[in-house]
């Protein structure tokens, strides 16, 4: 039997293990909607109490929701621009880099220090996947990343809404001040949602829900150097697999709420 790996997480660090194992838990149904080889792989070697993760469905319908959005985007983005370079600010145990293998010329993963150690332990990234242990809100990261002007696309999942505005201006402007040119896909979480709901296993994990906005066209107006383009509801992604979704998303009160992946452009 293979040893098992301890890892010792807290608050938002601790976040990825529970999104990483919602993507795990859909991977191995027979009707699957996303397939993540690597997260099985990870989540059978982890020695972790994953019961929060595994009674907070809410959680769980979010993460799958989120992936389909975002590998469409993301996919999309790499079949028009095959040679860009790509950030994956607040990667956690994310695993789109393999999903996407060979349709980019560079990937960085970027999160904080004690996150790498763990991620580190069960991925070796030295290129074209590449691992930077550092802050978003650390401009220095930038001196570890090779660019030439090629098209750059920048994904933040799961991590404003931990933030604050100040917090999330400062990421976009050291993205500005490194691109002349830019396509950033950046989660959002409605105000009403941070105030109000709390996910079991996230909360669980000591961390919390701090900021929020309300649509992408207000995001653009505390980010002025980049565009807004169009917004993707999460709902987009839950109607793939519960299509009760196809109507219920088109409820204004159910759409306003739900997460947002909102793509700007610089």
Wanted: one cysteine or more; glycine letters at 4%.
């Amino acid at each position: 039997m293979n040893e098992k790996t301890k890892v010792q997480v807290q608050g938002v660090p601790e976040t990825m293990l529970q999104t990483l194992y919602a993507r795990a838990q859909e991977s191995k149904k027979p009707n699957h909607h996303i397939y993540d080889e690597r997260a099985i792989e990870v989540v059978s070697r982890l020695d972790y109490d994953f019961s929060k993760a595994e009674s907070d469905k809410a959680m769980s319908l979010g993460v799958i929701a989120r992936t389909i959005v975002l590998d469409k985007l993301v996919g999309d983005f790499l079949s028009h621009y095959p040679h860009a370079v790509v950030l994956n600010i607040a990667c956690g145990m994310d695993t789109r880099c393999y999903r996407m293998e060979g349709k980019y010329d560079r990937w960085y993963n970027i999160d904080l220090p004690e996150t790498m150690a763990v991620r580190s332990r069960f991925f070796e990234e030295r290129g074209p996947i590449f691992q930077i242990a550092k802050s978003a809100m650390d401009a220095s990261y930038m001196d570890d990343i090779e660019y030439h002007g090629e098209p750059v696309l920048v994904i933040i999942e799961g991590l404003t809404m931990y933030l604050s505005e100040a917090d999330v201006k400062q990421i976009f402007d050291i993205l500005d001040k490194r691109f002349s040119k830019a396509v950033v896909l950046v989660e959002t979480m409605s105000p009403f949602v941070v105030k109000h709901i709390k996910e079991k296993s996230i909360h669980g994990s000591h961390a919390r829900f701090s900021w929020g906005a309300p649509n992408g066209k207000k995001l653009a107006e505390i980010i002025p150097k980049y565009r807004y383009i169009e917004q993707h509801s999460l709902v987009e992604g839950m109607a793939e697999f519960i299509p009760v979704y196809k109507v219920i998303g088109k409820i204004p009160f159910v759409s306003n709420i739900s997460n947002k992946i909102v793509v700007m452009e610089k």
